[in-house]
């Protein structure tokens, strides 16, 4: 028996050694040489996939029309990852890294998002309706007409944020940091 298998082998090794082109061959090593291409999860269900942090980085991933619905990214990297049209409602975002992040007309409401970084990130048609965002950081975010109605702003940080378009129809905002600086004008939404 082993010396069959062994016999096959040696039929089998030439076979691929002569089949490898040497160009292909440089071409291969090129890209596991190269850095690793933004990982796209666009237009997936995701709600039954357990994120572990530091086991999967989201970092400049596209998650745009994914369905994200009550799944739990505490304390990832999402920074620069797009998010648009995804739904996030019900999910729980606590201490996540989401500065320079597109969630354009995403779905958040009902969402955990406390003591995360939203910094420059793309708001812009977002639904936050009755969403946590307490002690969140959105510095410089676009937030034009995006809808904020019941959502908990406490103690976030809106500095230099566009709130143009926003709406705010009994959303907690209590110590709010940046107010002063926010960018306001009329938009039609």
Known sequence: MMKQLLA??????????????PKDLEKLQKLVEAPALQM???????????????KIDLQNANLSNSNLSGVDLSKMNLAGANLSH????????NQVNLADANLEYANLSNAQIQQSDLSRANLSYANFTQANLQQSMFAQANLTCANLNQADLSKSDFKE?????????NTQTAEIAGYESVIETRVGC
Do not use: C, E, K
Not at 8 to 21: D, E, Q, T
Not at 161 to 169: P, R
């Open 40 to 54: 796209d999860l666009s237009n997936t269900d995701l709600r039954h996939y357990q994120f572990i942090t530091g």
């Open 8 to 21: 096959g082998w040696l039929i089998v090794l030439p076979m691929i050694a002569f089949s490898a082109n």
């Open 86 to 93: 995804a739904n996030l409602s019900h999910a729980i975002l």
């Open 161 to 169: 944020a566009t709130i143009s378009g926003a709406t705010f129809v």
